[in-house]
Structure formats: structure tokens, C-alpha cells
């Protein structure tokens, strides 16, 4: 498993499935994939 991997090369609803996101694959259109979440002053 490659953690950098985990983020979709593309965005908005039909966003691309990388091997890490192959499982979730069935449930793809009830779901959101949130990346980038840091605080500034953290």
C-alpha cells in the first residue's frame, strides 16, 4: 500500500479509481474523497 497513492488523479464526479480505491469501487457514487485537510497553525 502506498499512502501517496491514496489521493484520485482527478476531480469532481467522476474522479479516477487508483488501485489503493479499487475496493471502494461499488460504493464510488455515495461517496466524497476530502485530501488536503491541515491546519496552518498546526
Known sequence: MN??????TTEGSD???TPELQPIAPMRDRMNIL??????DA
Open 15 to 17: 474522479w479516477e479509481l
Open 35 to 40: 485530501e488536503r485537510l491541515q491546519r496552518a
Open 3 to 8: 499512502p501517496l497513492r491514496w489521493d484520485p
